[in-house]
């Protein structure tokens, strides 16, 4: 994983590109700001020959239905390599990728992480609720800090507010197994302790800030 970041972070600018006219023609003339035929061409060269060698589930969003859909378990090594591109996809940013008659994107356009997904996987297989034991990653940090509002002005009640609202809707996943599945024990809930940085850009990244997060990231596992 650290070296495909790291392999990443190598191709500099070269992954994605503003069309011909610029951002504007991306903006009112594409599907997206940026061209990122590099950036699936990256993904096609480093997992066009991956063996899946686990239970694997990625969420992906139809932007046609608007519906959620994951996918479990690689069926072709094309197919893996389609969903996996279409995982990448900020819609706007980069182009929706098409594929099983219809048009894909990121799954966290509507979920920041489906773990329902994972404990009907388990059910699936055989497993009842009570031998089910699930660890889950977020992209942010899972507790939230109490803060003293009772001098806020509105300015900081309105980003309180917002604080509240993007921290319900990232921690959607794991609220939905423990009102669901109340018998699904979640063993660890965890997340970066700080914010992490963020880039106009997705995935356009130094080999300097790869090592920075790589590092912050330790420091995290280490508490």
Request: hydrophobic fraction near 40%; aromatic fraction near 12%.
């Amino acid at each position: 994983m650290e070296q495909f970041w790291r392999d990443l972070a190598a191709q500099e600018n070269d992954l994605f590109k503003p069309w011909g006219w610029g951002l504007l023609a991306g903006y009112f003339y594409q599907g997206a700001l940026y061209d990122s035929e590099n950036l699936f061409k990256f993904i096609e060269e480093q997992f066009s020959e991956a063996t899946v060698r686990r239970h694997l589930n990625i969420g992906l969003a139809d932007i046609l239905s608007g519906q959620y859909h994951s996918f479990q378990d690689a069926r072709t090594r094309g197919d893996f390599v389609k969903i996996l591109q279409a995982s990448l996809v900020f819609p706007g940013v980069f182009e929706p990728v098409r594929a099983f008659d219809s048009n894909w994107v990121s799954g966290s356009t509507i979920y920041e992480s489906d773990v329902v997904a994972t404990v009907n996987h388990c059910r699936h297989l055989g497993y009842a609720d009570h031998d089910i034991v699930v660890d889950v990653v977020l992209s942010t940090n899972p507790d939230l800090a109490h803060v003293d509002a009772s001098n806020y002005n509105a300015y900081r009640l309105i980003a309180r507010s917002i604080e509240l609202h993007q921290h319900l809707v990232e921690q959607s996943g794991v609220v939905r197994v423990r009102q669901s599945h109340p018998d699904v024990t979640l063993r660890h809930v965890i997340g970066p302790s700080r914010a992490m940085p963020n880039k106009i850009v997705p995935f356009q990244f130094t080999d300097e800030e790869v090592s920075e997060l790589i590092r912050l990231g330790e420091a995290d596992a280490a508490h």
